[in-house]
Structure formats: structure tokens, C-alpha cells
């Protein structure tokens, strides 16, 4: 049967109940139009992957609906009533300012509710971070939050959390996809008794806010540091600026053009406080005032990007691994001057995150192991060590951070407001966040990282993505920008490769499709596909000493020079 052949049979299904008259409707479009558009809609099923579903908004098995997040939702619900036979269940759900976020949330909960499953539905959207908090706050079962983090606008996703408030990860993981893939659409039901769903909101704000003030280290220089922030059209508008107010920051300003929360992000042509274009109002804004430090925040606020005066005084957005090392840095800085380092705490990053992070870690004898990227994997280790380690902080350099354990996942608010701490407590000291910085590369080594992600689309993308990653396991090239490889890792196989004597090692993580080479001097190329976009992702770190503030332009200069040379031998 010839592809599209089979797409159409699939597709009629969707123009007959049990599915609904709008769906129906949508679906004989579709087919009447044919094309591309009905394959990439019903070519395959949508994944459900470790970390939940996200894609296109729209009718068929490949995008996101009412059905698919429906079945996903009866998937988790049929592993919590096996995994958890005393009952007594009960689910968070979260939603942010996407198009058809509220809807969808409700169809959520109309489907845990249809099971006799408890549902605590938040009254109105809030960030992710809310969400992880509420799940252990309210001693829930597991969590939902429907986001697409920082995608563009036709997109939505759907993220599950455990009971300890961090995204799946093993057994679990396995277990709920299991369960997924084996619900019949035409099971699922939306209606439930009155009572199973209850609405949540300023009690479980009002904790969360109080528990971010107990992570403060100091007041030093609050009342003093100008800060610009926007939401860009996304929930943290809901809990920033009390956050800021009740932690006692004056001179605090928000972008009132990026205020509102609209899924279709009007100002910006990507809602990614990774692309410094996504902040260019507040960094305007900056100027205008003189303010000190930029926050921008993406659509569900669980990354945070920052933009702070230079050594010339002027406005630089900061990469994800620059903002969490001087973070790291405060953290540890700031526990040690308060005498509370005992050997029994650690710090925490990923495999694809500057390993400068755990340089200072060494430096504080802190604990700092490297797990798998995404901060599942972070929250894991936190829920390993509890009993043993305290946790301070983590990052990645995907504008990350953890603080503290309250939240198990990225949190744009708790971080947002250490970070701003960091740089209060700089200047009360006669310096600056980026002074910080440097002052960190000059004791612990200058790292520099660059990331280059490159998008592959459609069912032709992922076949070149696959045939990429196929290609480095293979052979290994022997130099990148003129750097001999020393040493090849794949994830997929848990095998460290030493090229030059040819010995294996194992690697004690988790299987993940990432490969990374570490040459002669110490750089580090990582190759992954993303596991929520069409993309691969290419990560460079190179580093070098810096003895002086005075040394860093030119020092600067020479690392891009040799990650530029590392690009051109990988063709991106």
C-alpha cells in the first residue's frame, strides 16, 4: 500500500465519531486538499517520549488535538490506577498562554476525572515551575502541564511530572509511553462527576512565593539594582514581579507591550529568551533607564535569559553556561562565607554544560555530577541524594537553573531572582554581574561555549538526523578546527572510545543519541538531536587561562576564532 494510500484510510477514521462534528469537519478538509499537509498529519503517530508530547496544533494521529492529548492522559491514568491499586489519586495540571492551552487543559482533566482520578486544575495559566510545586505541595499523585515551552505558535506540547514534583525518568517513563500506545481513541471519555475536579490558585501561589524568599542569601544592594523584565507574552508575568516586590527589589520594570499573555507572540519572531532579538524591547528599555540587568523569561517561565552591562558599560545578553556558572559561583560563594559547606551538599549540570561549573564546584569541595541533558535528570539525582546530600543549585546551558529543591525542574522565577541577587550583591561590593564572570574565568579557567542548532524538518529531516548521528558513530573525525580528537562518547552505547590506544570505557548513564569528541586541548563537541524540535543540535566548548580582566577582549577573540574553525570542519 503506497503512503498516501494509507494516510487516507487512516484519515477517514477522523471524519466519523467518536470523534467530534469540529474534528470531522477539519479532517475533510484536509483529505480534500491532500498534498503533504493530510502525510505529515496522519503519517505516523504523534510520540510520546520521555518527556511527554509536543508538535503541531491540528487534526490527525501527528499532531496535537483533543485526541492525542486524550489518550496520552488515559495512558497515564490506566499506569497511576496499576501503579498506585490503594488509590486515594490525585493530578496537578498546569497551563500556559498558548493558543488552546486553557481548552486543552480542561480536556485533561475531564479525562483524569472520567477515571475517579482527583484533578487540581489551576484557575488560570501559570508557569511550570508552579506546577512542579504544586504536585508535592498538595501531595499529588503526578502533574500535567500543557506547554511548548519555547516553540513557535502552531505548537503545543503536554509534559507529565511524578510525585516528587520532576519529570518522568525510569521506571516510569517506559511505563506511561507503554500505556499510551495502547489506548483505543474511541475508549476515551470526557465526562465525569461533579466534585473530582478542584480549582487551585492564590493558596498555592502564596506558598510558593514564601518558599522563594526562604532560597535568599542576602539583602545586600536590593534596593539599589535597576532590573527590566519581560514575560514575552508567557505566564511568569503571573509570579515575577510579586516575587521581586515581596524579596524587596525597588527598581524593578516590566514590559508592558510583552505583558500580555497571547499565544501568538506578536512582538517577537520566537518567544526564546535565547535569541537575543526575543529581548530586544527590554534591552532598549535598559538603555533608557540605565538599568543594570535585563530578564526575559520563555512562555511557560522555565528558562530565563539575562542581559547585564559589560566591562564598557554596555547591554550583552549572557549564554545559558555564563549566567549558571557565576550563579553556581554565588551559591557556593555565599554558603561557604555563611560557614554552611560541610561536605554534605552538591551542585549539579548536564552532560552539554560547560564544565567550568564543575571546576568551581572543586574549588568549594562540592560535590557536581553530570547527568543526561534535560532537567529530569537533575531532579532525579536530587531524589537519589536527599537522604544523603543537600542540593544548592543546577543549570544547563539551555537558560536552565535549579535553586534549592522546592521545584524539581527548570525555574525561571526562583532563578530569575537569585540571579538578580548575584548581580545586587556585586554591586554592593564595588562590582558587576559580568565583572563576576570574569572574575570567575580568572580563578577557575575561561570557557567559552557556542551552541548551533540546525533544523531538519519533516519525515525527510529526521531520516538525515538519523543518517548524521549514524555517520559520527562510524568514524570519528580525526581533528576539529585543527584539534586532534582524543576521545570519542557515545551515549547510545554507553562506550567511551580512548582513539588513540583504541580502549573502551563504560559510561554509568543512561542510554541518550548524543555523541561527544574531546580533543587535545580539552574542547568538547557534542552532537544531539533534539528531543522536542526538528533539530540537531551542535554544542562547542573550548577554554583557556585568563590571568587578567585586562587579557579577556583579546582572550575572547582567540576562543571564537577556534569554535568558528571547529563550525567549518563540521559544515554548520
Known sequence: MDLEKEVREKALVWTKAPYDEQTQKETLALLEKGGDDLIDAFYKDLDFGTGGLRGVMGVGTNRVNKYTFGAATQGLANYLIAEVPEGNLSVAIAYDSRNNSKEFSNDVAAVLASNGIKVYLFEDLRPTPSLSFAIRHLNCSAGIVITASHNPPEYNGYKVYWNDGGQLVPPHDKGVIQEVRAVDVATLSFEYEPGLVEIIGKEVDNSYLDALQKLSLTDSGKEDLSVVFTSIHGTSIVMMPPAFEKAGFKKFHTIAEQ??????????????????AALDMAVKKAKEINAEMVIGTDPDADRVGIAVKNLDGEIVLLNGNQAASVLIYYLLENWKQAGKLDGKQFVAKTIVTSDL?????????????????????????????ENELQFIGGGEESYGYMIGDIVRDKDAI?????????AAWAKSNGSSFFELLIDVYCQ??????????????GRKGAE???ELMEAYRKSSPEKIGGERVLKMLDYQSSIELDIESGSRYSIELPKSNVIQF?????????????????????????NQTLNSKSEFKAAQKQVFERISAMKSDLGV
Open 414 to 422: 526562583a532563578s530569575g531572582l537569585m540571579l538578580a541577587e548575584a
Open 444 to 457: 577557575f579557567g575561561y570557557y567559552q561555549e557556542d551552541l548551533v542548532s540546525v533544523t531538519k524538518k
Open 518 to 542: 574531546i580533543t587535545e586541548k580539552g574542547s568538547k563537541i557534542t552532537a544531539r538531536p533534539s528531543g522536542t524540535e526538528p533539530k540537531i543540535k551542535y554544542y562547542f566548548s573550548v
Open 464 to 466: 538525515e538526523i538519523t
Open 357 to 385: 561549573i564543575e571546576k568551581i564546584a572543586d574549588g568549594y569541595e562540592v560535590e557536581c555530577p553530570s547527568v543526561l541533558t534535560g532537567f529530569k535528570w537533575i531532579a532525579d539525582i536530587i531524589r537519589q541524594k
Open 259 to 276: 505583558a500580555k499573555p497571547d499565544g501568538n507572540f506578536p512582538t517577537v519572531k520566537s518567544p526564546n529568551p535565547e535569541e537575543a
